[in-house]
């Protein structure tokens, strides 16, 4: 089975940090997708990325596809109560797509 | 343009019976799959559909079934249905199979009781 690993599994911090989660594959990606999904609602797409080395930006959220896309990260800047969640990484296409990460569930508190 | 559409939201049933669950995808895609959420395995992958033909399917026992019509609508069906089976049941939809993007529903939460 090929499984995208996310890290850390947990996290708690308060508002105002910064924070960085990874997610990692023993295989290449074509493209790869992060969602955030909070309790009982469905996933919801932040970002989709394709190319090596890609980096995207979504207000606070800095996106980063890594050069041999087998990996990519996501950074949370000045973190804020409205970012708690569950933060998904999933492979979309390509070989042994539909994977999803194992999960970071990110605590915000004010 | 709306979302893709899953119904119903909740649904409890009680062990052994059936249950199917639907899902319309957003106008103009053509693909989609269906996932099983529960806390201690996270998201499965249950199967895919495109025009009408399962392309994929994960590792789940033949009690979990799908089909998709020509308007591209999906329905997943689970037979004798087990205490294990209470989940949240999502599915997604993308234009193709080759789509890069693939844009989710808010899920089915099924209890088996």
């Known amino acids: 089975t090929q499984l995208l690993e996310q890290s850390p599994q947990f996290l708690s911090i308060q508002e105002g940090e910064n924070l960085t989660v990874y997610c990692n594959s023993s295989s290449v990606f074509s493209s790869l997708q992060w969602y955030r999904q909070e309790p009982g609602e469905g996933p919801v797409l932040l970002v989709t990325v394709v190319t090596g080395g890609e980096v995207k930006k979504l207000k606070r959220l800095t996106f980063q596809f890594g050069d041999a896309r087998k990996d990519s990260s996501l950074h949370i800047t000045a973190a804020q109560p409205g970012d708690t969640g569950l933060y998904l990484c999933f492979r979309a296409s390509g070989t042994y797509k539909y994977i999803f990460g194992t999960g970071t569930r990110l605590k915000v508190l004010a | 343009k709306a979302g893709v559409t899953q119904t119903p939201r909740y649904l409890i049933k009680t062990r052994g019976q059936q249950v199917t669950l639907s899902c319309s995808p957003i106008?103009?895609?053509?693909?989609v799959s269906w996932y099983q959420q529960t806390p201690g395995q996270g998201l499965q992958f249950l199967f895919e559909?495109?025009?009408?033909?399962?392309?994929n399917k994960g590792n789940f026992p033949g009690r979990f079934s799908g089909r998709q019509f020509s308007n591209s609508r999906s329905e997943m069906n689970v037979s004798t249905l087990e205490l294990g089976d209470s989940a949240l049941y999502l599915c997604?939809?993308?234009?193709?199979?080759?789509?890069?993007?693939?844009?989710f529903g808010q899920g089915t939460r099924l209890t088996v009781v």
């Open positions: 559909y495109f025009s009408e033909t399962q392309r």
């Open positions: 997604a939809s993308s234009l193709d199979p080759t789509g890069l993007e693939a844009f």
């Open positions: 106008s103009g895609h053509r693909s």
